[in-house]
């Protein structure tokens, strides 16, 4: 790789900023770019790291007998300096270049020049840390059941039969429709996220899912949330019982035991009274 003098820079930049209309009526060929460049070892850099950049399809114009030459320069109307390095005989080339000591991101632009014909290729994004490693993701937003409303027009199918209630370890199916025609449907029950699989939607916009619970699941409501790849939303609960059954009504529980308490408690003081009669009747005679 050879640094470019301040007369090369400006002809780049002439060409970048001249040419690059005009270019297409000259060599219409020349300037169809290929695929972006690559970057190694990676777009991710410490301060003043060695890296290179590689492309391809700068071959030899036929309006010229200079050889081309792969060119680099700051994403900028103004660079300010560009390098450039000989081409390979298949058109293939390489530059090797020093990360900036700064931490930040940095765009360059690429060029396969010619003199009197070039073109450009994808710009080329370099991001130096302290560390050169890549930022960590930020951490997924914690689900809230009803944060996100449901699609309007989602919901189960006149025909679903499925209870909202079941056992861990159960398979069940869900049939909803409102989906967008083919939308790809995936199924995630919370709390702890758990993906319980990925459907299509028909062409009408029903989708049945036929899912099993995990096992050892615990016990309460949950929260089944559907997501479409088209943006559609939709969530209920299901409530996992140890025998996949509705829990008995409390107030059922407790009245049977009331009616019986309240039958006893009549029949004693029916029994109470018909002594105190017998009594009286047995004083009198």
Not at 44 to 73: N, R, Y
Not at 117 to 132: L, R, S
Request: charged share 15%; glycine share 10%; with cysteine.
């Amino acid at each position: 790789m050879s640094r470019l003098s301040r007369t090369r820079v400006a002809v780049v930049t002439g060409l970048t900023l001249g040419t690059a209309s005009a270019g297409l009526l000259l060599a219409p060929a020349a300037l169809a770019a290929p695929a972006a460049p690559s970057v190694a070892p990676s777009s991710t850099l410490a301060p003043g790291a060695t890296f290179t950049i590689s492309g391809a399809g700068c071959t030899q114009a036929s309006d010229t007998d200079a050889e081309p030459m792969a060119v680099i320069t700051p994403d900028s109307d103004e660079p300010g300096w560009g390098d450039g390095g000989p081409v390979n005989a298949d058109g293939t080339w390489t530059l090797e270049l020093d990360a900036p000591a700064e931490v930040g991101t940095y765009s360059y632009r690429l060029y396969c020049d010619q003199y009197t014909t070039d073109f450009q290729y994808p710009n080329v994004t370099i991001t130096v840390t302290a560390d050169g490693k890549p930022a960590p993701a930020p951490a997924p937003a914690a689900f809230v059941p009803g944060a996100k409303p449901n699609t309007p027009g989602i919901a189960a199918t006149a025909s679903s039969a499925t209870s909202n209630v079941a056992a861990p370890g159960q398979k069940i199916t869900k049939t909803l429709k409102g989906f967008k025609a083919f939308e790809k449907v995936t199924l995630v029950m919370h709390s702890t996220p758990v993906v319980l699989g990925t459907w299509d939607a028909d062409a009408n916009g029903v989708v049945t899912a036929t899912f099993t619970l995990p096992a050892g699941t615990a016990l309460g409501t949950h929260t089944l949330a559907y997501d479409g790849s088209d943006g559609s939303h939709f969530e209920e609960t299901i409530t996992l019982t140890a025998d996949g059954k509705a829990l008995a009504y409390t107030g059922a529980s407790v009245a049977l035991p009331l009616v019986a308490g309240t039958v006893l408690v009549g029949a004693g003081a029916g029994a109470l009274v018909l002594s105190r009669r017998r009594t009286a009747g047995a004083t009198q005679a």
